[in-house]
């Protein structure tokens, strides 16, 4: 097991740019209003391991049913495009069902641990080292409960034009490593 600070540090970027959590604050503080108190603690626990369980048996799962991990990561690379894109723009493609409790569903999946945040683990793992993508996970998760913990503090703090801010600067970055993992992987496809 060797670790690569290098990579925890992108793979870490990577799947806060994709979580989003400081961009979903706004839900987040929503749900809070509209449930009450949100359990911290058991929403970022659930939501890493969703994340590692899927990031071990995830590819083991595609294998299953004929898909190979870089046509996969080709498609993961479009869902971070328009992921980006609807953090850039500040729109709206893909819609979730609201639900009617704030505990696991919808705060560790699919807001944590959704569908972008599964096709990046993917992705990712066809380019970096597990062992330092399940770093970059459990660092993401510590930031996300204290994000959770603090949302009212932070809310207060930036204001909405901040976090505006701060989720279009992030959409412009997974952007960029949406195309990389395009370019990185649309290889693989060929060979």
Do not use: C
């Not at 979730?96 to 641990?113: K, M, T």
């Amino acid at each position: 097991m060797e670790l690569d600070f290098k990579e925890i540090a992108t793979v870490s970027m990577v799947l806060f740019a994709v979580i989003d959590i400081v961009g979903t604050l706004p839900i987040v503080v929503d749900l809070r209003n509209k449930h009450g108190h949100i359990e911290s603690e058991k929403a970022s626990l659930v939501a890493g391991l969703i994340m590692i369980i899927f990031l071990f048996i995830g590819e083991e799962f595609l294998n299953l049913i004929g898909i190979d991990v870089h046509s996969f990561a080709v498609a993961g690379s479009f869902v971070l495009f328009f992921l980006a894109l609807e953090m850039i723009l500040g729109i709206r493609l893909y819609r979730d069902e609201s639900s009617g409790s704030a505990s696991i569903v919808p705060i560790a999946f699919p807001i944590i641990a959704g569908t972008g945040t599964m096709t990046t683990l993917l992705s990712l793992k066809a380019q970096y080292q597990t062992e330092n993508i399940v770093v970059a996970i459990v660092l993401n998760i510590i930031v996300v409960y204290v994000v959770l913990k603090l949302s009212a503090r932070i809310e207060k703090m930036l204001g909405k034009n901040g976090l505006d801010v701060i989720r279009k600067a992030f959409g412009v970055v997974l952007l960029a490593i949406a195309v990389k993992l395009f370019a990185a992987n649309v290889k693989g496809l060929f060979v």
